[in-house]
T-cell receptor, first 112, second 113 residues
């Protein structure tokens, strides 16, 4: 079985500061890992995915994540936060097509 | 391509009633998954359908059921509604040729009163 732990349910940063959202996973087989973003009353939008190719994955809106097998981590980063980045972010793991296990989410607040 | 379409967007039902939610996947996608999202439980997997067959199922009671049609559109049904069923129900479609990202609809907000 797979699981995901997102450290920190709320993260607050100043505009222009580094964004770091943490995700650790547990999986008995090599996983596929995803980061999604959700704006209020909307569905989830894929930011980026890791599918066993490059360990450093670049996504949309300037986000990237690095897969570290030794640490079982897949942390999401962005060098400079924008106000529009304020949203809820979900890390997900999938080892079976069609079914993903999501973390509890991290709400990102960006202060002006 | 059009995205995943869920109807209706909002729904208010009374305890004990049943409800049917609809999801039209992205054209060409044959896998449809359903998730329940609540503030207390987060995102929880309900079930997945592929080629009209349920392939995966989460830990929900039998009151939650679904089906998929030959055009890949899917419906989810909840019978004997309880207050705790109030949630955002999200549908996601994928190609399912391999583990792939899911494309989500905007969800149906169900309120049970």
């Amino acid at each position: 079985a797979q699981s995901v732990t997102q450290l920190g349910s709320h993260v607050s940063v100043s505009e222009g500061a580094l964004v770091l959202l943490r995700c650790n996973y547990s999986s008995s087989v090599p996983p596929y890992l995803f980061w999604y973003v959700q704006y209020p009353n909307q569905g989830l939008q894929l930011l980026l995915k890791y599918t066993s190719a490059a360990t450093l994955v670049k996504g949309i809106n300037g986000f990237e994540a690095e897969f570290k097998k030794s640490e079982t981590s897949f942390h999401l980063t962005k060098p400079s936060a924008h106000m529009s980045d304020a949203a809820e972010y979900f890390c997900a793991v999938s080892v079976d097509a069609g079914k993903s296990t999501f973390g509890d989410g991290t709400t990102l607040t960006v202060k002006p | 391509k059009a995205g995943v379409t869920q109807t209706p967007r909002y729904l208010i039902k009374t305890r004990g009633q049943q409800v049917t939610l609809s999801c039209s996947p992205i054209s060409g996608h044959r896998s449809v998954s359903w998730y329940q999202q609540t503030p207390g439980q987060g995102l929880q997997f309900l079930f997945e359908y592929f080629s009209e067959t349920q392939r995966n199922k989460g830990n929900f009671p039998g009151r939650f059921s679904g089906r998929q049609f030959s055009n890949s559109r899917s419906e989810m049904n909840v019978s004997t509604l309880e207050l705790g069923d109030s949630a955002l129900y999200l549908c996601a479609s994928s190609e399912r040729l391999q583990v792939a990202e899911a494309f989500f609809g905007q969800g149906t907000r169900l309120t049970v009163v």
